[in-house]
């Protein structure tokens, strides 16, 4: 089973690959990196999940043909969330007519972000929301298996004090609400070896994330998690217990990627033995 990260704030060889991670970039196929997050899933038997789709259709779609495939190659496509980073290329897959799993609230609403000085937009684009029409969606709040050997997580429970989602609002029906992103949800992947957890930005902590899948998977082992863990400006002492709690959870290998922060993924590489740097354009392959 390979998982190719797609999509990343970051692309290229930034540290030599390790005995599992792959790069896919040479001098002639150059991938391209944005703010945003996209990565594919490939079983043994061929078929395909993509999870999140970036922030744009240039970047997405420049990268996904670097790699031989079209929008008709995957059987399903996972929405983490509704940020404008996670479903920008939405679009291509919604016209090949592929099976959309996502959360009934991810495309509902304006959304933005306060944590800078101003208020940002941080929603779906216009052209994401009108092709919804014609999407082949699947909504739902509970875990749902997308094809045999991958399911989503279903809404992720907020059961500790220190993983926080603040700075996000709504429009709920002209209301403007603290946004607690319970739209997001996570994807667990069953291998030889225990479970893939790929996580979109991880708005409700990653040790949360974790933490509801040994309790959904009771006796699993953690082979490896990997996404976006949303700890840009967080304190050394919530990465410190993070990456604490993840090691009682028995977490062998991490990947942090796109909106991780650089703090965070350079404790988490000095402190954690199965780190891996996957940035757009690399592979690697699970038994």
Known sequence: MKIITLVDNICGSASPPTRLVKMLNRPDRQFMAEQGLSIIIEMENGQRVLFDTGSSEQVFLHNLHLLGLEPKDFNAVVVSHGHYDHVGGLVPMIEAGIPIFAHPKTFVGKRYSTAGETKTDISPPQRVIDALAKAKLNLSTQSVEVIPGVKTSGEISHTNDF???????????????????????????????????????????????????????????????????????????????????????????IAPLHCSGFEAMKMISDRFVGFELMPAGSEIELP
């Open 163 to 253: 993983e926080q989602t603040l700075n996000f609002i709504r429009d709920d029906e002209g209301s403007m609400l603290e946004d607690t992103i319970h739209d997001e949800q996570a994807v667990y992947i069953s291998t030889k070896r225990g479970l893939a957890i790929i996580s979109g930005c991880s708005h409700a902590g990653i040790v949360n994330i974790v933490t509801q899948a040994k309790k959904q998977t009771p006796g699993a082992r953690i082979q490896m998690v990997m996404g976006g863990l949303h700890m840009m400006g967080a304190s050394q002492d919530r990465i410190r217990k993070t990456m604490e709690m993840l090691k009682n959870l028995n977490v062998d290998r």
